[in-house]
């Protein structure tokens, strides 16, 4: 029983995560992330946009808010979460999933997120998104 209300602990997190894109919310964005240390490794299946500062990641994503970008729709949409997997222990916790862009399902994007408990908060420390080879 712990496990299921662990994983729904978790799921909870993604998606208010993914509202806080949707919404595009760089204020509750931060909420997620070690401000006070700067940060976030992030891997984008998108070219030039891998971060390995937090600082770098939200100055990314606040042009990508105002200006869009020539991406699968050209701006912030919905995601398809599929086959999610949680690992966690007492301070971390790994999820890996598949995400499907609505408007561009496939090809899937593979999305691992690491998370680390700082203050009795789960913060994201690492995310890998990268699109599943060509079959």
Do not use: W
Request: charged letters at 25%.
């Amino acid at each position: 029983m712990k496990s299921e209300k662990n994983n729904m602990l978790f799921l909870n997190l993604l998606n208010e995560y993914n509202q806080a894109f949707y919404d595009k919310d760089i204020s509750k964005l931060k909420e997620f992330y070690d401000t006070s240390n700067n940060i976030l490794i992030y891997f984008d299946n998108h070219k030039n946009n891998d971060t390995y500062y937090l600082d770098e990641h939200l100055c990314l994503i606040s042009d990508f808010f105002e200006n869009g970008k020539a991406t699968e729709s050209g701006g912030v949409e919905p995601l398809i979460i599929e086959n999610m997997n949680i690992f966690h222990k007492t301070h971390s916790a790994c999820l890996c999933f598949i995400a499907r862009y609505k408007s561009f399902p496939t090809s899937a994007v593979r999305t691992t997120m690491y998370l680390e408990y700082l203050n009795d908060k789960c913060k994201i420390m690492h995310v890998h998104c990268s699109f599943e080879p060509e079959k």
